[in-house]
Nanobody, 128 residues
Framework: QVQLVESGGGLVQAGDSLRLSCAAS????????MGWFRQAPGKEREFVCA????????DCADSVKDRFTVSRDNAKNTAYLQMNSLKPEDTAVYYC?????????????????????WGQGTQVTVSS
């Protein structure tokens, strides 16, 4: 069983930065693909960024790839989402997710249905 706890959300102004953290329990963290997803009010949850266990592969959605960076520290069992130049449209609940399967790592890093474990989410609100 893996437990994920996000932190670092808050209320910021447009143009500010935030760094979200996702602390994981369990022994499979270093082999797990970590994904970040978000859900804005009235919208479906969407992919933000993902990083493989060795950090050899990272992906970010086109809407954020010039502003957000995903990283991880396997020694600390923690994944991070650095968000710069935040916009009001980035307002959402941000979730981290984990999955240790080969299929997710190679083929499905952006698909929320492939992730087995989820955190409770952290709210990010960007004011204009």
């Amino acid at each position: 069983q893996v437990q994920l706890v996000e932190s670092g959300g808050g209320l910021v102004q447009a143009g500010d930065s935030l760094r979200l953290s996702c602390a994981a329990s369990g022994r499979t963290f270093s082999s797990s693909t970590m994904g970040w997803f978000r859900q804005a009010p009235g919208k479906e949850r969407e992919f933000v960024c993902a990083i493989t266990g060795s950090a050899s592969i990272t992906d970010c959605a086109d809407s954020v790839k010039d502003r957000f960076t995903v990283s991880r520290d396997n020694a600390k069992n923690t994944a991070y989402l650095q968000m710069n130049s935040l916009k009001p449209e980035d307002t959402a609940v941000y979730y981290c997710a984990a999955d240790a399967t080969y299929y997710t790592r190679i083929y499905a890093r952006t698909r929320e249905g492939q992730y087995a474990y989820w955190g409770q989410g952290t709210q990010v609100t960007v004011s204009s």
